[in-house]
């Protein structure tokens, strides 16, 4: 598992330091002078309800391997996150933080739309159909605390689930996901 609350950005703001650190093709520059104020979070499975294969990396890597009939929807999908917290409270960092990440698609937050122009997206390995586990959360809260310090326009409004900036296209990261404890996580972290 990871170290959960002792996740730091490195000196530009880049990148996270904890976390294992992948390059995805799926990113381009953010907008120049707009700055970053916003993280959604998402829940990923591939294949459905499945947690623990390799799928996921392939995904956000650009090489899908289809060896099952699900992935041959995937695979071509230009997507990507900042971040992917597998169950086992793993951090992957598959593009830096001052980049733009492919995650959120059609969105609008509080009247500004092309959410990925402003936004971090973090995946967590799960589903609607399932609860998140300790350590995901735990990983999730000191990531967390670590965006807010480097970031300040991110604030704990600017907290929020895909389906809050897709709503009607998207549910994640889904009923089972506990904004409760997560928060109260981050007020215990500050």
Same mark, same amino acid.
């Given at each position: 598992?990871?170290?959960?609350?002792?996740?730091?950005?490195?000196?530009?703001?880049?990148?996270?330091?904890?976390?294992?650190?992948?390059?995805?093709?799926?990113?381009? %520059?953010?907008?120049? +002078? #707009?700055?970053? @104020? !916003?993280?959604?979070?998402?829940?990923? $499975?591939?294949?459905?309800? *499945?947690?623990?294969?390799?799928?996921?990396?392939?995904?956000?890597?650009?090489?899908?391997?289809?060896?099952?009939?699900?992935? %041959?929807?995937?695979? +071509? #999908?230009?997507? @990507? !996150?900042?971040?992917?917290?597998?169950? $086992?409270?793993?951090?992957? *960092?598959?593009?830096?933080?001052?980049?733009?990440?492919?995650?959120?698609?059609?969105?609008?937050?509080?009247?500004?739309?092309?959410?990925?122009?402003?936004?971090?997206?973090?995946?967590?390995?799960?589903?609607?159909?399932?609860?998140?586990?300790?350590? *995901?959360?735990?990983?999730?809260?000191?990531?967390?605390?670590?965006?807010?310090?480097?970031?300040?326009?991110?604030?704990?409004?600017?907290?929020?689930?895909?389906?809050?900036?897709?709503?009607?296209?998207?549910?994640?990261?889904?009923?089972?996901?506990?904004?409760?404890?997560?928060?109260?996580?981050?007020?215990?972290?500050?």
């Amino acid at each position: 598992m990871d170290k959960g609350n002792h996740y730091t950005l490195d000196p530009q703001g880049r990148w996270l330091r904890g976390a294992t650190h992948r390059f995805s093709p799926f990113q381009d %520059a953010r907008p120049e +002078g #707009l700055p970053i @104020s !916003a993280l959604v979070i998402h829940n990923i $499975s591939l294949l459905p309800d *499945q947690f623990g294969s390799d799928y996921v990396d392939q995904l956000f890597l650009g090489c899908v391997q289809v060896d099952h009939p699900v992935l %041959a929807d995937v695979r +071509g #999908l230009r997507v @990507s !996150a900042h971040l992917f917290i597998r169950r $086992s409270g793993q951090v992957i *960092q598959y593009v830096p933080f001052d980049r733009r990440a492919w995650h959120a698609g059609v969105s609008e937050l509080a009247g500004q739309s092309r959410c990925n122009d402003f936004s971090i997206g973090i995946e967590m390995e799960g589903s609607d159909h399932r609860p998140f586990t300790m350590a *995901q959360y735990h990983s999730l809260i000191g990531v967390t605390s670590a965006l807010l310090a480097s970031y300040p326009d991110i604030t704990l409004d600017r907290i929020v689930g895909h389906s809050d900036i897709a709503p009607g296209r998207k549910t994640d990261p889904g009923p089972h996901f506990d904004w409760n404890r997560y928060r109260l996580g981050l007020d215990k972290a500050s």
